[in-house]
């Protein structure tokens, strides 16, 4: 992207899978964002073999996480959780599409994270909604 892309200089975590989380943040990548994709290494998102499959990710992998840098990161375990902090200590923006909750297992509680940092934007998707009956539903 170019220094005049709409959202250069704009910093976003990503730990979203599927289409929901990929999408919007593949948009605000395509606008010039900085978009950091985190997957855990053990499972990573899905839709990397879903479809025909070249150099290990699939066109709908490719194309939700055109213009992004990605790592793997477990946040199950301490030092995992501690980068994952840390990154959305230096982000603008967060975007998650876990179920409800589960963001904090894994060192990124909504409230946390904007105590640490103040500006943050923290997205929360659901394909459910925050509560109801099925609220935690994947």
Same mark, same amino acid.
């Given at each position: ?19 929901? %989380? ?19 290494? /053990? ?6 073999? /879903? +479809? ?27 030092? +995992? ?45 659901? +394909?459910? %909604? ?5 609220? +935690?539903?994947?």
């Amino acid at each position: 992207m170019t220094s005049s892309a709409p959202l250069n200089g704009l910093r976003v975590l990503d730990v979203s899978s599927v289409l929901s %989380g990929p999408l919007t943040t593949m948009l605000l990548a395509d606008l010039g964002a900085e978009v950091i994709k985190v997957e855990p290494p /053990t499972s990573p998102d899905f839709t990397r073999g /879903t +479809g025909a499959v070249r150099n290990e990710m699939t066109a709908y992998f490719y194309n939700t996480n055109r213009g992004k840098r990605a790592i793997a990161v477990d946040g199950r375990h301490y030092l +995992g959780r501690k980068i994952l902090q840390q990154l959305a200590d230096q982000a603008d923006v967060v975007v998650q599409n876990m179920r409800p909750g589960k963001a904090a297992g894994i060192g990124l509680d909504p409230d946390e994270c904007m105590e640490r940092n103040a500006s943050l934007v923290y997205a929360s998707i659901s +394909g459910y %909604g925050g509560d109801g009956p099925m609220a +935690g539903e994947p």
